[in-house]
């Protein structure tokens, strides 16, 4: 089995978990809260801002030229091709997505799943460590979007197309990630891949924190 199909093996509890929580289920029936799909996108907005800034990150840890050139696709795709996503939620919930999400920011739990993908870039000079902590976003996507689809018929639920996104269009990045955690996973310690199984399993976690989040509609300050 390769390291990172064992990393998937050991996270599928995670999204199973996920999957039951009330953010997805909301997705699920059709009917979540238009105040958590809110609160989703001025987080989600300000999240894959920074996914694609720390991409450049990786790139300057590669010698690669394809590689890199894979990486460019991908912060254009974040930046340009994934809002197509979130202009679904925007017409779920009634309003135009730039006010929508302005006044966002890093909400406590997207705070920290943010940093520890920050934490990891500046810390290994090899980009696997930042890429097990990035791959659960591409990854934990999928799974939800394909779970859902195997068990539901989303004909008439206006959040389709939000979940047909993420079922379609993660495979060939997660293919890339994947091999290049492998390669490394193959000649580094089992200390080391430790330190890779951590960073994808506690991003898994964040994953779910995130949802939970915007259900929550998490604040830094109640006041
Ligand atoms: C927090 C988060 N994780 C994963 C994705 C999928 O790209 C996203 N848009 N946001």
């Known amino acids: 089995m390769m390291f ?12 199973d978990a996920i999957y039951e929580d009330d953010f997805i289920q909301g ?42 050139r894979f990486l460019l696709d991908q912060i254009d795709f974040v930046i340009n091709g994934e809002v197509s ?6 017409d779920y919930v009634g309003e135009d997505y730039e006010a929508i999400i302005a006044g966002g920011e890093w909400y406590p739990s997207s705070d920290h799943y943010i940093k520890h993908m920050y934490y990891n870039a500046y810390k290994y000079d090899d980009a696997s460590y930042t890429i097990c902590a990035m791959a659960p976003c591409p990854y934990v996507y999928q799974q939800l979007a394909l779970k859902i689809q195997a068990n539901h018929d989303l004909t008439d639920n206006p959040l389709k197309e939000w979940v047909d996104f ?10 890339r990630l994947n091999n290049w955690v492998n390669r490394f996973a193959e000649t580094t310690t089992e200390e080391n891949r430790d330190i890779l199984r951590r960073n994808f399993l506690e991003s898994c976690i964040h994953e779910k924190r995130f949802f939970d989040m915007a259900y929550r509609q998490e604040e830094w300050f109640y006041v």
């Open 27 to 68: 997705i699920i029936k059709g009917n979540i809260d238009k105040e958590a799909i809110r609160h989703y996108l001025k987080a989600d907005h300000l999240y894959l801002n920074e996914f694609a800034k720390i991409y450049s990150l990786l790139i300057a840890k590669l010698n690669n030229k394809e590689d890199i």
């Open 166 to 175: 993420y079922a379609v269009n993660m495979s060939e990045l997660m293919n």
């Open 4 to 15: 990172t199909d064992e990393l998937q093996r050991e996270a599928a509890p995670i999204i």
């Open 85 to 90: 996503a979130h202009y679904t939620m925007a």
